[in-house]
């Protein structure tokens, strides 16, 4: 490939064909033409994404596994399309209408994550020159820490794999009455063919392209509702009417969880992390990430709007969360033309979600994990074929996982976040940085973190009687995201105790081999001596004090009298001594207080 790859063309094409499809099925619905032709236009944005991966097919190393490379705009954009998968656009209003003010930290915390992944860690891995994320990891640290990584990847897109495929699968049962097991599959195998022609060249050309398609089809329907509570459309309005006041149903402990997952599991979601191995030649502009961040948080923010609008069209939140934006332009009864830009929207984010997992995950099964194991010096063209193989097993593994978990996307997707903080979030938000963690300590960190995730997640779904009498999980109980699992908390919210363990072993595995054993016993002598030597006398001064107490009169001791002091005794008179002169009669006593007090004086 020479130079970068331009969109332009092909996004004013897409754009146009959006516009011209729009006004077609507004006329019709006009005209009172049946609903069922309205029904395909959700098809016409598919098949610009589809289109546009089929133009992007390659057998070139730089483009299959790297990504080929794109300018400074259409990055921004595949930032915006690969960060708004169908799976945040439908749990962003859900936040907000359980959780309130806890919602909107949560989205927050999504879009920190964002932007932690494009900010701080694409410059490190971009540094590497290395073609995939594991790869990277093998540069900084070694090879057992790329063979990790490279699984730890692998067992974190897979579920989001199935869980945009999941939901794809229930938006079109709700919002199109097609099956959803079989819309599911058809996604999946879509995806797969996007992969096939372009890998994850294509998966960032579909994502640039879709962004705007996205992000128009997700707020118009809002904007047309908002016009109820605002005198002009505002996609925005549930940030300002009370769209936020609702009362929290989230446990500290949930949203703390939830936020180490999406801090962790967007900051370092390989997705995310395209434009790390592009080579380009020039140094990027910050319009990319100006671009993609924007995007992002312009639409991620109309989801109080969905949660206040929804409610007040009669949809329950607790009872049927995903209705927030599903079977949002049903309630509100709007016209045809929104109601399917809405449809198409959500499909094809699902869609280029599910190209973006399928194509990260086959790069690292092709450049990292074959050559790891099988054949070190394997040449780009069979990387490239190992890679192709793979995404064909992965999405029959996939499909597989979606089908065996009942299509449970909210639980999926928290499983695939969570492996994705648990085992790299450790490693690149933290060791990368500082140069004292040594390859033994990442490899640690990683495999404590995937393990404690992985077993959590595989005790609770396959043996939970077992794991419940046995291995300290306690009662299993289902909940929204997953049975729950080891601390109490649900397997979707793994992410919590493996992030904190893995980060405890990455400091340990780095810090106790450096350390001077000897000298810290001998400062353990020094400082238990001083403490009991300090112990002993402050012994002494207590028992010194007392004894100076007991001695020392108190305040309530009563005093004497001179009247009521006893009579001194008489001196004793030595033998052959004179007798003093006395009288012999005896003194008469003197008076005492009380007397005188009776008597009156005479």
Known sequence: MNGETRLKAAAIGAGTAMLAGFGIVEALDQFGAPAVLAAFFPLLPLAIVLIIAISMRSLAFADVIRGGAFGATANGWALAGLTLGSLALVAAPMATALGGGSGIVLIAAFLAGAATARMLVVPALRATEAPTLAAALGVRFDGLVRALATLAIVLALLPLLAAEASLAGLVASRMLGLPAAATRDALIILATLACLFGGLRAAIAMAAIAAPIVAAGYLLPVAIVSLDVSPVPMPWVGLFEGGLAAPTRFPGTIVLALLVGLLGGIGTMPTLLMPAWARQKRQRSARARIIGLTATAAVLLAAPSYGLLASRLG????????????????????????????????????????????????????????????????????????????????????????????????????????????????????????????????????????????????????????????????????????????FGLPIGLSGLPGAVFGTLTLWAASELPRTDWPKVRRRLAALSHSVVATGRKMTAQAHSLSQSIKKTPSATTPVLSAASEPPSPAPAIEAGSALPDADPAPASPAPSAEGTADKPLS
Do not use: H
């Open 315 to 486: 949809i329950d939140a607790a009872t049927n969360p995903a209705g927030l934006v599903v079977d949002f332009g049903e309630t509100a009864r709007l016209s045809a033309a929104p109601s399917v830009l809405l449809i198409g929207a959500l499909l094809t984010a699902a869609l280029v979600a599910a190209t973006a997992f399928l194509a990260n995950a086959a790069a690292a099964i092709g450049n990292d994990l074959y050559v790891i194991f099988v054949e070190p010096s394997a040449p780009e063209i069979r990387r490239i074929f190992i890679a192709r193989l793979g995404a064909i097993l992965l999405a029959a593994l996939a499909a597989g996982l979606a089908s065996v978990t009942a299509g449970d996307a909210a639980m999926l997707a928290a499983c695939g976040l969570s492996i994705a903080a648990a085992s790299l979030g450790p490693v690149l938000l933290i060791g990368w940085r500082i140069g004292t963690v040594t390859p033994a300590a990442a490899a640690a960190a990683i495999a404590v973190g995937l393990w404690l995730t992985v077993a959590d997640i595989a005790l609770a779904l396959l043996f939970p009687d077992v794991s419940g009498r046995f291995l300290a999980m306690g009662t299993i109980t289902p909940t929204v995201l997953g049975p729950t699992g080891w």
